[in-house]
């Protein structure tokens, strides 16, 4: 498996390099967070939860998380309109790592998510082994 520093400007998004291992999980879907939360909290990771682009936007003034881990489909805000966005602000949190989630998987998905600023593109239904993996990857393993 590859180590955070050597996936550093993946797509030309920054990797976190703190000791904090907060995570954003944005989804209007109770039943994905829950299972995103119960996952990544074993794991020993800390999370927060967003239901659409436009609150998550809202936490991220409040305090910016290491990841965040997106749902393309939301109301209000979508994935791709929240990290078009969220790359167009000025200071470190525009450069957060991002990991798009969807059970979509048509090519033009993908390049959808690598053209709003997305580490990695996830098809739904994600392992909780995989996810912590590509978690891992992003912001290193939990404290």
């Keep these: 498996m590859r180590t955070p520093s050597s996936i550093n400007g993946l797509w030309g998004v920054r990797v976190a390099d703190t000791a904090s291992r907060r995570i954003l999980v944005v989804d209007d879907a109770s039943l994905v967070r829950m299972y995103y939360r119960n996952a990544l909290e074993r794991a020993g990771y800390e999370v ?3 239901l659409n682009g436009l609150e998550a936007l809202e936490k991220l003034l409040v305090r910016a998380p290491d990841l965040l881990i997106v749902d393309v489909n939301m109301p209000k805000m979508d994935g791709f ?14 450069a957060t790592p991002a990991m798009i989630t969807s059970t979509e998987a048509k090519t033009e998905d993908f ?3 690598q053209s709003a600023g997305a580490n990695f593109y996830l098809v ?3 392992p909780q082994e995989t996810l912590i993996d590509y978690v ?3 912001c290193g393993p939990a404290r």
Excluded: N, Y
Excluded at 88 to 93: L, S
């Design 81 to 94: 309109t929240f990290l078009r966005a969220l790359r167009r602000q000025e200071g470190d949190v525009a």
């Design 48 to 50: 927060d939860e967003a």
């Design 124 to 126: 739904k239904p994600i």
């Design 111 to 113: 390049e959808a998510a």
């Design 136 to 138: 891992a990857m992003l």
